[in-house]
């Protein structure tokens, strides 16, 4: 679900680099919009890879870029909560941010916990 998450982000930010405003991918934005895109596609495919692997350290290694990429972008989203501004710079409500953006954090939460537990399993 992640990985589909963000090969979509990496597909929109090729198709249109102004989707880069969306606050969850703002603080994913590094050098150029193919480098982001790019960054995205990778850990994806690192982490469609690790599930077809069982459980072990080189797998837990290839959930790390998508686990980062997730908690950067929750950043963002817990910043434009706390502030009541979007990214972007609109101002709204901070509960309408929170209703809008608090899924991201929420994802990275619970993807902490289901790598946490996926990886204290027996083999």
Known sequence: MVAAKHMAWACLVLSNPASLGATPLKPLYVVSPEYTAAMLFAASGLALAAMRR????????MMVPQQFLMILAASGSLTAILSAQYGDGEFRPLSFIAADQSIHVILALWHVFVLATWFRRPV
């Open 54 to 61: 069982a459980p072990g350290g080189v797998t837990a290694a």
